[in-house]
């Protein structure tokens, strides 16, 4: 059996939407099927993307212009993952090079899991269904803390699941809260620049040890 590597990095933890992988076009789907319901046209995929790492939230803001004070957000958010939770795994597929990437680090015994701000109402079936779950060491979801990204305690809690200390777990996002969380727990991170990063982005502000351009990259920073 392949010897764990002897870097510095000793598991390696992913956001899931936009980083590992891409469900915008499922959240896109549910979106626009919900729009439909009241009599909306469909959204672009280009506008739905930059959104999609924001969850309902982001998305039912977009679809429907609405603030999450209004009075009609929470009974559409419901509505909405109600829908997305209908059409949770069609369309969605690791990124390409993920698949490479999670073989290269299990070949080299290096541990991963996720932290996502995903409910673990999807983020555990999503995984499974894409035969992920018992692969992964760890599976945070927004709901397993008392806290989500930014707070650290996703990000603590996972590096505990996985046995090492928050330093030498490597974290790759593609949202400025999953930099923020990371950067909170003395984590180092990377941006997943193929992730679903907005026009507003500004990612090298962000505090992270690199952007990546492609996961296999990755494996250059486990040192």
Known sequence: MPLRGNGSIRAVLFDLDGTLVDTAPDLGHALNLLRARYGLPPLADTLIRPQASHGARGLIELGFDLHPDSPRFAA????????????LCVHSRPFPG??????????????WGVVTNKPARFTE?????????????????????????PHPAPMLAAAE??????????YLGDAERDIQAARAAAMPALVAAWGYLGTDDAPHTWGARAEIRHPLETLDHLG
Do not use: N, W
């Open 161 to 170: 699941l996985c046995g090492a200390a928050p330093g030498q777990c490597l």
């Open 125 to 149: 079936p999503l995984m499974s269904l894409l035969d992920l779950a018992e692969r992964a060491a760890c599976i945070v979801s927004g709901d397993t803390c008392p806290q989500p990204k």
């Open 76 to 87: 559409l958010r419901e509505e909405f993952l109600q829908v997305y939770a209908d059409h």
């Open 98 to 111: 993920i698949p490479e990437l999670l073989d290269a680090l299990e070949a080299r015994r290096i541990p």
